[in-house]
């Protein structure tokens, strides 16, 4: 199995930029889908941003694109997240996850969790 530790998150201005990582341990991502959720405050949990299992492409939720970049070094068995021009929209708790499904867009696609990182927007 795999475990997953985020890191990177905080508060920021709107219009300011975060860069959330997810280290991996005990297995390399390589071999899982990746991908980064958000659960907003009373909100269901939802998908921002993934990498298939096999392959380098990526997907992203319509309300992200152009503003948020997802990548992996796979050497450094690690996931990235770069949030750009954030909105008071994007304040939530972001997880990372992995699958060893093929691809990873829904929760019930995920295999493993990271506990999470609290992102805050201020207006």
């Known amino acids: 199995q795999v475990r997953l530790v985020e890191s990177g998150g905080g508060l920021v201005q709107a219009g300011g930029s975060l860069r959330l990582s997810c280290t991996a341990s005990g297995r390399p991502i390589s071999t899982y889908a990746m991908g980064w959720f958000r659960q907003p405050p009373g909100k269901e949990r939802e998908f921002v941003a993934g990498?298939?299992?096999?392959?380098?492409?990526?997907s992203y939720i319509d309300s992200v694109k152009g503003r948020f970049f997802i990548a992996r070094d796979t050497a450094k068995n690690t996931l990235w997240l770069q949030m750009n021009s954030l909105k008071p929209e994007d304040t939530a708790v972001y997880y990372c996850?992995?699958?060893?499904?093929?691809?990873?867009?829904?929760?019930?696609?995920?295999?493993?969790w990271g506990r999470g990182t609290q992102v805050t927007v201020s207006s």
């Open positions: 990498f298939k299992r096999f392959g380098s492409n990526t």
């Open positions: 996850a992995a699958a060893g499904a093929l691809t990873l867009r829904r929760q019930s696609d995920a295999d493993y």
